[in-house]
């Protein structure tokens, strides 16, 4: 049975093997025991309205996707592979042009084959998060 530091590995290489988690510049900040940190800078290439320049929503729900998969994988009764079932994403307010956006994701329930995740982004600009999140994540489990 893997440990909760080699579940912490395990979720730092998932981050780092993951394409579009590089191509959108993520980084991990912080993991461990059903909890992470992931953040991505702002970077041009990722705006989705020229005129207003914010980051584009689809870049958004990426990071908490990647944190809350990460969360699970992090959790001590986690299996050896996640995947997102269902992920509501709920959009409070613009990310700030020019501002880092980091999101938080804890996993606050697990079934043996299900774990259930809350997530939120924000840009450190405001009390009000740039957005929320729910989901629920497959957890498969070795035999």
């Known amino acids: 049975m893997p440990t909760n530091r ?12 993951i394409p579009h988690s590089r191509a959108l510049g993520m980084s991990l900040n912080e993991i461990g025991q059903g909890e992470a940190i992931i953040a991505m800078p702002y970077d041009e290439r990722l705006i989705g309205d020229p005129k207003t320049r914010v ?3 689809g870049a958004v729900s990426a990071l908490m996707d ?13 299996g050896f592979a996640t995947a997102t079932l269902d992920l509501r994403i709920d959009y409070m307010r613009t990310a700030t042009p020019g501002a880092a956006i980091t999101a938080h ?7 043996r084959s299900v774990a259930f995740v809350r997530a939120t982004a ?3 600009t405001s009390d009000t998060p ?14």
């Open 6 to 17: 080699d579940r912490t590995e395990i979720a730092r290489q998932f981050i780092n093997a």
């Open 122 to 124: 924000t840009d450190g």
């Open 55 to 57: 980051i584009a929503g």
């Open 130 to 143: 740039v957005a929320t999140a729910t989901g629920a994540f497959a957890v498969e489990r070795g035999a």
């Open 66 to 78: 990647t944190c809350a998969g990460a969360a699970v994988m992090s959790h001590e009764d986690a």
């Open 105 to 111: 994701a804890i996993c606050y329930h697990m079934t």
